[in-house]
């Protein structure tokens, strides 16, 4: 294959050209070191720089004042969805969570293993098709959670829930992370795996306000402290160095390309496009999400028959159109149209629906 596909796979997903085109440039030879950065020493001048760089990027890109640490860590954010309660639990206080989907789902599993947990809304009744409008949580609560996006249903939320004062809010944005404008000190914690919006698979992105840090129990292995991370810079071992380095030239190109705020425009548009197609097929395409919840950045549909869907999906491979096929827990198709996928690509993406759907309505 010479020619790169429309990649619409939900994670890792595609990246962009120009920070592969760097990363390659660079691959042998970074900086003239005479070393590739997977050689570099982490404790080396060369990588410190590419980390601060990363670090500042996000801090930049997001706005995060100086009350908030960015730390750089591993294991995923399934990792976080143990961590957090390790690390923001307070004893005998109800750690409170809103169910929309299936990573809510395991992010409350783990938390259980830890303490009370209360689910204050849920979306399950209608199939997490979308963002519970209501939602209270308690004075009470050590700290409230929320899944930004919800990457296999295809919800977003648009406004950010109100937490009691002292309660923090942790968003996990693992699929939505810099998508659009947030008020970053509307939270507690954020925190994303890279491999959808802001790099490669092997680095997890934590932004959590410093005053939290002097939560976390003692008894916490040192490994999964967040304090144990933020007072080395994320230098604490071994950091995924090459990751990082990915994260810095896709952060970098998206503020080339304006920041977060020239995204956000981007991603309404692309999103519209998908959506636009999705209303105007009289039925022949069925968004599974609910219109005011519908997610910028996971497109989710189904066709008339199963058999359909498979052959659409066929048929989009066949035109360079990859990574369609809906998550298995839901079946139907996705787009997943994250910040590197261009206007180009989901243009050639409604075309073809529409082309299908001309011949197999
Ligand atoms: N949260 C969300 C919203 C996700 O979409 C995913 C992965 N698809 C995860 C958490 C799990 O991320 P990881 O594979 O990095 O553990």
């Known amino acids: ?31 003239n070191s005479g070393m590739s950065v997977m050689e570099l020493s982490h404790r080396s001048k060369e990588y410190d720089a590419i980390h601060q760089d990363a670090s500042n990027l996000v801090r930049t890109l997001m706005k995060v004042s100086d009350e908030y640490q960015i730390l750089w860590l591993q294991g995923g954010a399934s990792t976080q969805f143990f961590m957090v309660p390790q690390n923001l639990q307070i004893k005998g206080k109800p750690m409170e969570y809103v169910n929309t989907g299936v990573w809510s789902k395991k992010a409350i599993k783990e938390a ?17 098709s979308y963002i519970p409008n209501y939602i209270a949580f308690s ?32 968003c996990d944005m693992s ?4 998508d659009k404008v947030i008020d970053v000190k509307k939270y507690g914690a954020i925190y994303a795996g890279a491999q959808k919006n802001i790099g490669p698979a092997g680095v997890t992105l934590l932004i959590v306000r410093k005053d939290l ?23 604490f071992n071994t950091p995924p160095c090459w990751s990082i380095y990915m994260c810095k030239l896709c952060l970098d190109h998206l503020k080339k390309q304006g920041g977060v705020s020239a995204i956000e425009t981007i991603n309404r548009k692309k999103a519209q496009l998908l959506y636009d197609v999705i209303d ?12 005011d919840s519908r997610s910028l950045m996971n497109v989710t549909f189904n066709l008339p028959t199963p058999e359909l869907e498979v052959q659409c999906i066929e048929e989009g491979k066949q035109r360079g159109l990859i990574g369609l096929k809906g998550h298995r827990s839901i079946g139907g198709m996705r787009a997943s149209i994250y910040n590197a996928m261009t206007v180009e690509g989901v243009k050639t993406l409604t075309e073809f629906l529409e082309e299908f759907q001309e011949k197999h309505q």
């Not at 020619?3 to 042998?28: I, M, S």
Request: aromatic share 10%.
């Open 213 to 235: 840090l002097e939560r976390v129990p003692e008894n916490v292995p040192t490994m999964q402290k967040w304090s144990t991370h933020a007072a080395k810079d994320s230098l």
């Open 175 to 178: 699929s939505n992370i810099m």
């Open 112 to 128: 259980k293993l830890y303490g009370d947990v209360t689910v204050v809304a849920s979306s399950e009744d209608k199939s997490f």
């Open 1 to 31: 294959m010479t020619k790169r596909v429309y990649n619409f796979y939900a994670g890792p997903a595609t990246l962009p050209l120009p920070a592969l085109e760097q990363a390659q440039h660079d691959l042998l030879n970074y900086n």
């Open 139 to 170: 004075d009470n609560a050590a700290f409230a959670h929320i899944t930004g996006n919800n990457t296999i249903y295809g919800t977003e939320f648009f406004s950010t829930p109100k937490t009691p004062s002292e309660v923090p809010l942790v």
């Open 280 to 291: 105007s097929s009289n039925g022949f395409y069925k968004g599974h999400a609910q219109p």
